[in-house]
Nanobody
Framework: QVQLVESGGGLVQAGGSLRLSCAAS????????MGWFRQAPGKEREFVAA????????VIANSAKGRFTISRDAAKNTMYLQMNSLKPEDTAIYYC??????????????????WGQGTQVTVSS
């Protein structure tokens, strides 16, 4: 089992920044990749960014390119999402997830085995 805990969400004005963290515990040695997803009210959960745990290569959704950066600290078993130039449409609950299998379809929800409880990000205009 892997436990994931997100933190760092909050209320920010448009154009501002937030840094989300996702702390992993448990059987983390089996992790292949971790990702960030978000879900706005009335919408489906969507991919934001993902990172392969070994080598740290990343995949970023088009909506986040140039504004969001995903990173990880392997020693701390923690993943981060630095979000800059935030827009009201970035308002959502942000979830982190971890995948055990070596499946490179990192933008797809179904490859992820474990999910955190989410952290709310609200961007005011």
């Amino acid at each position: 089992q892997v436990q994931l805990v997100e933190s760092g969400g909050g209320l920010v004005q448009a154009g501002g920044s937030l840094r989300l963290s996702c702390a992993a515990s448990g059987r983390t040695f089996s992790t292949y990749a971790m990702g960030w997803f978000r879900q706005a009210p009335g919408k489906e959960r969507e991919f934001v960014a993902a990172i392969r745990w070994s080598g740290a290569s990343t995949v970023i959704a088009n909506s986040a390119k140039g504004r969001f950066t995903i990173s990880r600290d392997a020693a701390k078993n923690t993943m981060y999402l630095q979000m800059n130039s935030l827009k009201p449409e970035d308002t959502a609950i942000y979830y982190c997830a971890s995948a055990l299998s070596r499946d490179n379809r990192l933008s797809m929800l179904r490859i992820y085995d474990y999910w955190g409880q989410g952290t709310q990000v609200t961007v005011s205009s």
